[in-house]
């Protein structure tokens, strides 16, 4: 028997409206959201189902219930080729579905609920969906087999035929669905090897290209439902302020308004447009209480986060007598590193469309977690959870913002005041100054290095925020103490130390609330570990390759191996002009192993031009290598923007940006080139790649910078005047 379907549930449902359903139901797993909808939705008759992922109608049409949200990554088409592959169907004959809200259903096996995120969607769902195709695969061969009364054996499946060759019958699968729904559901059906891939490794063209390019794709912001209203908020600046007092009556005076609705820390005004909102809001003129946090700025933020710095943490590894070894080496280094406050900024605005009626809601949004999303809206309107339907939408852009459900809260808030369908948008002010941050992170390191210059110890104190502790308690180790995402990229590292500790301190900022943001904990990690070894490497007057390949353990060679060929292939070693250099940076981060090479020009007065970037990358299978590269060039794209432009701050509680013009992005003109060479390795373990770059940019581009100009930038943002200071 197969060994993962042993374990698994295989739930087989035929329709009423005909066809054949099929799933895979994980045992043991805990909703992430307490009291989520497990029921059957009232779209059963429409081709939904729990615990399933592919419908094929009488038709022969095949949809894939996608368990993932689509936000430009690729993965509709990812997951698609995965079950096509086993299901032996084109990708041209597949058609991806939003997924309900389901936990029991399309929880992922990496994060523990029904969520988008983490780099885990294909690391999740490399064998569950090829599995849930190969049943059905079997399932159809054996029905045409049963009709023809011939073994199954002698039969073959192609693009959603079965072919019995010795007579030459065939099928279609459409023909075939209301028999095989009635049979028994085997429970020993292998997947392919990999040498029988038809369309795993492949390139084809991503199902939702065409949408996006003739702009029929529908995103959140695009929803409209008759008589629906469009609103757009303002909540008090400052964390913890309230709402003092509004001119209702100008509000309601401009032509088109249709409402106000006013709560304690929020004004919406509701009109028949977004422009008629607008004006509203600026005419209600809100006065706010702004509570404790008004008179707060950075000032006081960092040296708080200094403070805490300086006391011991939860210890999340402790290998050897670090402090010993470090102080009796031949040199030493202690540094700090800093990593702001920032913003996710994505092109589609925050937005929330619902419908609250008495006997239930509509919630039309783009969500990376429908369950929770569905949990709030029952929550805020008193709704049984089983008549709130997420209808869950493409995304624009999300990069962890939509992990949380503060927007969707505060849009049931106010949609449960009105009896129409309302569109509540943020604009992109509203959007930047009220998002939940990647948090602050005030990072202490000491090491120390021999004679020889070999790393004796390394000792790296881990200050910020818990993301974990907020969104997910459980996810918290040592008795609630550690947040294992604030010190990912810091406990492991390529590297082998002959000592090393790594301590986490928690503190809170009281002025803003902290979120994921993309890549996670390795984001910070990797950018003062890497940076770190950069500047041992020079400390040690070794060049900073050969550096990081002694500090290798001798049986890593797959990481060996990724990093000779970004070398190889970045022209590392060669000469380049004067004001000029590259920088290197090596990671395992969602479970690939990359390398990656900046190369920078930094100009007389202070100016950094990336010019180049090489990528070698191992990630185990690879399922469609556009897509890889592509993730990877996006997260180089994003990480550069973070690392060059942007921070969130504060200054009398208010945060200081609000749109395009001071939270910036890299543009056309500035991006470099960015070759992304991926190593041949269909039998590793499967990496995650959407966050991957993301990971890689700042600590290459640190050390690039360091190349050309010999100054060491430790806090993020770079392009801040850091090389003009002196």
Known sequence: ???????????????????????????????????????????????????????????????????????????????????????????????????????????????????????????????????????????????????????????????????????????????????????PVPTDVPIKEQSAFKLIGTAPRRLDTPPKVDGTAIYGIDVKIPGMGIGTVSACP???????????????????????????????????????????????????????????????????????????????????????????????????????????????????????RPDGADVWVGTQVPVRAQATVAKETGLPIGTVKVHSQIIGGAFGRRLDVDSITQAARIARHVSYPVKLIWTREEDIQHDLYRPYYYD????????????????????GSSVMARWAPPGMKMDGKLDPDAVEGATETPYRFPAQKTEYVRHEPNEVTTLWWRGVGPTHNVFVVESVIDELAALASKDPVEFRRALLPADDHRTRAVLDLAVEKSGWGSALPTGSGRGVALQVAFGTIMATVAEVVVTAKGEVQVKRVTVALDCGPVVNPDTVKAQVQGGIIFGLTAALYNEITIEKGRVQQSNFHDYRMMRINEAPAIDVHIVHNPTGSIGGIGETGTVAAAPALANAIFAATGRRLRRIPFATGQLNEA
């Not at 061969?141 to 010795?166: E, F, N, Y």
């Not at 008629?276 to 706010?288: E, F, I, M, S």
């Not at 010993?324 to 030493?332: E, F, L, P, T």
């Open 1 to 183: 028997m197969n060994a993962m379907l042993s374990r698994r549930v295989v739930i087989q449902t035929g329709l009423a409206a005909g066809g054949l359903m099929l799933g895979l139901r994980l045992p043991g797993f805990s909703p992430g959201v307490a009291g989520a909808a497990t029921t059957v939705p009232a779209t059963v008759a429409e081709g939904f189902a729990p615990n399933a992922f592919i419908r094929i109608d009488r038709q022969g049409l095949v949809t894939l219930i996608m368990p993932n949200a689509e936000f430009g990554q690729g993965i509709w088409t990812s997951a698609c080729m995965l079950i096509a592959e086993e299901l032996e169907v084109g990708l041209d004959q597949v058609t991806p579905m939003a997924a309900p809200p389901d936990a029991s259903a399309y929880t992922d096996p990496l994060l523990g609920e029904q969520a988008t995120g983490g780099s885990a969607s294909i690391r999740g769902d490399w064998k569950r969906l090829r599995e849930a195709g190969a049943v059905g695969r079997t399932l159809l061969i054996q029905a045409a087999a049963q009709q023809w009364s011939v073994d199954p054996g002698s039969c073959s499946a192609s693009r959603a035929v079965v072919t019995h060759a010795a007579s030459g019958r065939t099928l279609g699968y459409g023909a075939l669905v209301d028999a095989a729904a009635l049979l």
């Open 238 to 356: 400052v964390k913890g302020g309230k709402l003092k007092s509004f001119n209702e009556a100008a509000a309601r005076a401009v032509k088109g308004v249709r409402d106000v609705v006013a709560l304690d820390d929020v004004i919406a005004v509701i009109g028949d447009h977004m422009w008629a909102a607008k004006q509203g809001l600026q005419a209600a003129a809100a006065q706010w209480d702004e509570g404790p946090n008004a008179a707060t700025g950075m000032k006081l933020v960092i040296e708080r986060l200094d403070t805490a710095s300086k006391t011991e943490g939860v210890v999340a590894k402790d290998e050897g007598d670090v402090a010993s070894v470090i102080g009796a080496s031949v040199k030493k280094l202690d540094v700090v590193y800093q990593l702001p406050f920032l913003a996710h900024a994505p092109m589609e605005p925050i937005n929330t469309t619902l419908h609250v």
């Open 444 to 463: 202490r390191i000491s090491a120390g290095l021999d004679a020889d210059g070999k790393v004796t110890g390394w000792s790296h104190r881990v200050t």
